[in-house]
């Protein structure tokens, strides 16, 4: 299983940036998907949750209003459209899809495959 996540990068705040994760190796319609992010010295935390089907999401807080998640089953791809971004969403994000037959999951051992991850640096 592969989840590839890209999108990452330099934006003032205020900006956007859109990021993509690619997944190959799975059955990608049949697994729920999420957003997390970690920025340096802290532990890694949610940022928004897809159901399978993409009817469903589910957002943080922090982020909540600004973030849209969003899935293409037919490309194997998950997206987190980002906007009014701030410096505090400065962070390495990740993509990790969850194989069991819920969804929502907002803990990092509740999903089995992980992304490399995409560096998103909001500046001041």
């Known amino acids: 299983v592969q989840l590839q996540a890209s999108g990452g990068g330099l934006v003032q705040a205020g900006g956007s940036l859109r990021l993509s994760c690619a997944a190959s190796?799975?059955?990608?319609?049949?697994?729920?998907m999420g957003w997390f992010r970690q920025a340096p010295g802290k532990e890694r935390e949610f940022v928004a949750a897809?159901?399978?089907?993409?009817?469903?999401?589910d957002y943080a807080d922090s982020v909540k209003g600004r973030f849209t998640i969003s899935r293409d089953n037919a490309k194997n791809t998950v997206y987190l459209q980002m906007n009014s971004l701030k410096p505090e969403d400065t962070a390495v994000y990740y993509c990790?899809?969850?194989?069991?037959?819920?969804?929502?999951?907002?803990?990092?051992?509740?999903?089995?495959?992980w992304g490399q991850g995409t560096q998103v640096t909001v500046s001041s």
């Open positions: 990790a899809a969850d194989s069991s037959t819920g969804w929502g999951r907002r803990n990092t051992y509740e999903y089995d495959y």
């Open positions: 897809i159901s399978r089907s993409g009817r469903s999401t």
């Open positions: 190796g799975l059955t990608f319609s049949r697994n729920a």
